[in-house]
């Protein structure tokens, strides 16, 4: 038995009484037809149950209705956070999301982000750890483009790292704590910056405060390995780059019967889902990733569009304190 016949865009024009240009106008969202006219013709298609075709509407547009994202490290729920906001942002204006990882391998990012960018409409790159040079020239190969906690060149959208980690700072000192480390994460980030900015001036502005830095990395495995270093360096509180590499200290200090916030108190950054289910639950500043992801794609839209976007946009993240950090025991020095 024969199908039924695909509605066509001939047969929209017919019954809403307009030309076909108008047609393919109001179906590719031009805001220049009349907005009863338009109404009309979406009205027909619904009646009619005609939808453009995708791929025949880009041929029309010159464009892919798709968007890249470069990100360091897919297996950080950090990052997925920042994706699930994009994606869904994105996804609700009728766009793809192409997804590459660079596996915090600098030197894959230039070349990540140039493939990426030549599939698609624009670009999304996402706390790239490129040098400023670098990333200057990419920008400039790439737009349109927005930056996520990165600036340089392009509308960015970013978190405040240094006043969330003093604040952290802060709330273990009131609570008697002088002998802090640091469990240093990703070097090259601008959120590594922040943080030294951080560190720097509490170590200037808090009478005996000793703030010594340990290098670690940005995962889990990082972040147990450090805890002999934290030991041997008589630190009391650990300031973690993110969550997963203080939830790694966290489990190894279970491990060794290392009492946790008794001999040390741990905070960590982020806020990933996993954080408040620790045992103890995890101290931490928590950055709404979620929204960075749907404020990057309302930038890179408005590019798109031909608008221009606020050139930058920071949000500041809340600290959440939970069991994980407390008061110095009477039985732990001070420095």
């Known amino acids: 038995m024969a199908g039924t016949r695909q509605t066509t865009i001939t047969d929209v024009a017919a019954h809403a009484g307009v030309s076909l240009a108008t047609v393919s ?5 031009n805001a220049t037809v009349d907005p009863a006219l338009a109404a009309r013709v979406r009205a027909s298609a619904a009646e009619l149950g005609y939808s453009a075709n995708p791929l025949a509407r880009s041929l029309v547009l010159g464009r892919t209705q798709t968007i890249s994202v470069v990100v360091p490290d897919l ?3 950090t990052f997925q956070g ?3 906001g994009l994606s869904r942002a994105a996804v609700a204006d009728g766009y793809h999301v192409l997804i590459a990882d660079s596996d915090e391998r600098v030197e894959d990012e230039r070349l990540l982000a140039l493939e990426s960018r030549r599939r698609s409409d624009g670009l999304i790159l996402c706390a790239p750890r490129m040098s400023d ?4 020239e990419v920008v400039r190969e790439v737009a349109p483009v927005v930056l996520v906690n990165r600036t340089g060149g392009a509308p960015s959208v970013a978190a405040d790292y240094r006043t969330p980690l003093r604040a952290i700072v802060d709330h273990l000192y009131d609570r008697g704590h002088r002998s802090f480390a640091y469990l240093a994460g990703a070097p090259h980030s601008a959120s590594s910056a922040q943080r030294r900015q951080a560190l ?10 000793t703030i010594i830095e340990i290098p670690a990395g940005v995962d889990f495995a990082s972040g147990a390995g450090a805890l002999d270093d934290v030991l041997a360096s008589g630190a009391t509180a650990v300031l973690a780059f993110n ?6 200290l966290l489990s190894a200090a279970s491990e060794r019967g290392v009492a946790v916030p008794g001999r040390l108190s741990i905070a960590g950054f982020d806020d990933i889902p996993f954080a408040r289910y620790t045992s103890p ?4 500043a928590a950055v709404p990733m979620g929204e960075l992801g749907a404020r990057a794609w309302a930038a890179l839209r ?3 569009q031909g608008r221009t976007p606020a050139p930058a946009l920071v949000l500041s993240p809340e600290v959440v304190v939970r069991g994980s950090t407390g008061a110095l025991g009477p039985h732990e020095p001070t420095r």
């Open 200 to 209: 720097e001036a509490a170590r200037s502005e808090l009478a005996d405060c």
């Open 281 to 284: 639950a995890l101290t931490t």
């Open 82 to 84: 920042m994706l699930r």
């Open 25 to 29: 106008r109001v179906m590719n969202g």
């Open 243 to 248: 969550d997963l590499s203080a939830m790694g």
């Open 133 to 136: 040079e670098q990333l200057s």
């Open 75 to 77: 297996a950080n729920p």
């Open 302 to 304: 408005d590019l798109l």
